[in-house]
Structure formats: C-alpha cells, structure tokens
C-alpha cells in the first residue's frame, strides 16, 4: 500500500481528489451554460460502456418549467403522504425549483443485449460519475439526489420515462455559493487489498 500524497498527484488527477457532492442549498448563479452542459454530456459519453450501450440518457428541466416539476413533486409528495405538512410541501417544490441547473438522470437497460444488467448499471454509473467530475472541473458543484419520488411512475410517466426506463435521480448543479463541510478523508486500504492465493 501506498500513502497519498497531495505533492505528486499527476496532472487531472487533483480535481478528482477534491470533487465531492454540494447540496443545492448551497448552490446559486451563474449556472452553467449551454456550451458547459454539452462538455458535462461529452464527459459522460466518455465513460466506460460494454458494447457502447449508453444505457442512460439526461433530460434537461429548464427554469420556465420548474412550476410545472415543482407541482408534479407536490402531487408525489401528497400520493406517497397523504398527511404530508405545509412545511413538506413547501420542501418537495423547493426541490424542483431551487438548482439553477437540473437534470432528470435516467437509466435505460437494454434487456436484448448481450451485456448483462449489472454491467450496463455500472456504465450508466461511470457516466454520472463523469458527469460529476466535469461540473467540479468547470468550476460548478453537483449533486445527485434520488429517494422515493423516482420511484413513483405517474412522475416518470411525466417526465417521459417509459416502461423500460428508470428515473434513477437528479442532477444538481450551479455556482458554489457556500462550501460544504470538509469531506473526511477515508484510507485506501478501506478499499484496496492484495491477493495472496
């Protein structure tokens, strides 16, 4: 095993080592542009895919239809809790409408391929990933936030998911505002082993 050391990290590999996820609370203007998504997408097409698949797709939500996101995530809030308080309403709009930038993350599993299902989870994954990295490497924070409301299929529906699709979650992402909480950093003997057969 080999310590980390911040001194000898090769060029691209230092923004890695820095990106973590930044609430959208803590997220504001500018937002990214058009130009700036399209190199986020790249990034993600970029990724490893078995076959070439792309098993995932994006779906911008621009601000003029955030209303629209934020009363069908009220209307989920209300099927899933009938009870919900004004507060949680309030919190279910707020999460349509507060991220200059949102993105709906879906997954699509080609169910013909020769490529099994865990696999091309896995490529859609590496592609978020990327698509992480390259929000933090423009400068931007990003976070993925999923929950029960991407389970709901009148949302999904909604949103043009079909049948064979997943809503896994949405994306997040904007001009850090406030830093987030140092991340801790974790060993990398935690992950890392050696095979001694």
Do not use: Y
């Not at 504001?28 to 990724?47: F, K, M, T, Y």
């Not at 995530?73 to 209300?78: D, R, T």
């Amino acid at each position: 095993m080999t310590s980390l050391d911040s001194n000898a990290e090769p060029a691209g590999v230092g923004a890695l080592l820095t990106r973590r996820s930044v609430s959208p609370k803590r997220l504001g203007w500018p937002a990214p542009s058009d130009a700036q998504l399209a190199l986020v997408i790249h990034a993600g097409l970029r990724a490893p895919d078995h076959a070439g698949l792309t098993p995932w797709r994006v779906i911008h939500i621009p601000m003029a239809r955030r209303d629209d996101l934020a009363q069908l995530f009220v209307l989920e809030k209300q099927r899933r809790n009938p009870l919900a308080s004004a507060e949680e309403i309030a919190r279910a709009r707020e999460h349509a409408t507060r991220a200059p930038t949102l993105l709906a993350f879906i997954v699509r599993v080609h169910a013909d391929a020769l490529v099994p299902a865990h696999e091309q989870w896995l490529a859609a994954g590496a592609a978020l990933g990327n698509m992480l990295n390259a929000f933090h490497a423009l400068g931007f924070g990003a976070i993925v936030l999923s929950g029960d409301r991407c389970a709901d299929n009148r949302l999904a529906t909604a949103l043009d998911v079909s049948d064979e699709e997943r809503l896994a979650g949405f994306i997040s992402a904007g001009t850090v505002l406030q830093l987030p909480p140092a991340a801790p950093s974790k060993p990398v003997d935690r992950v890392w082993s050696t095979w001694r057969a």
